[in-house]
């Protein structure tokens, strides 16, 4: 596994102790002890900041964890984006779940933690050497 990539619902579970905190801890444990590496897109944090409060425990989270890299989204990225979108015939409803498979995938494949495995199945290309792995409570 190249990387380890957190959506809104992996990364909110971490930071503000979510129903799937612990399963999320437990594969940030792992590949930290790995050393793999860890992405957020910069979209997620997006979907994650909503206020004082919530901007707190999602900054918090990214300090306090620590090996946890922010995927900006630049011309590259974007256009992969784009093109992920289009080939499943979606609109940018879907830009941030496209934005979370792409930046596994520009980053040599790996793991994607989320809950909206559908979606984000249904956009993962084949032979990208990206997996998509629900979230299970613990």
């Known amino acids: ?44 944090l997006s979907e994650c900041y909503r206020g004082s409060r919530h901007d707190a425990a999602i900054d918090g989270c990214l300090s306090l964890q620590g090996g946890i890299g922010v995927v900006p989204t630049d011309r590259a990225l974007a256009r992969r984006i784009g093109h992920l979108l289009a080939s499943a015939g979606w609109g940018s409803e879907h830009h941030v779940d496209a934005t979370v498979v792409a930046s596994c995938a520009t980053a040599g494949g790996g793991v994607i933690l989320t809950v909206d495995t559908s979606d984000l199945s249904a956009l993962t290309p084949a032979g990208s050497g990206v997996v998509v792995s629900g979230l299970t409570d613990r």
């Open 1 to 44: 596994m190249s990387c380890l990539t957190l959506d809104a619902e992996a990364l909110s579970s971490l930071a503000r102790g979510g129903s799937h905190e612990a399963t999320v801890r437990a594969a940030l444990a792992a590949a930290l002890a790995e050393r793999v590496e860890v992405l957020v897109p910069a979209a997620v």
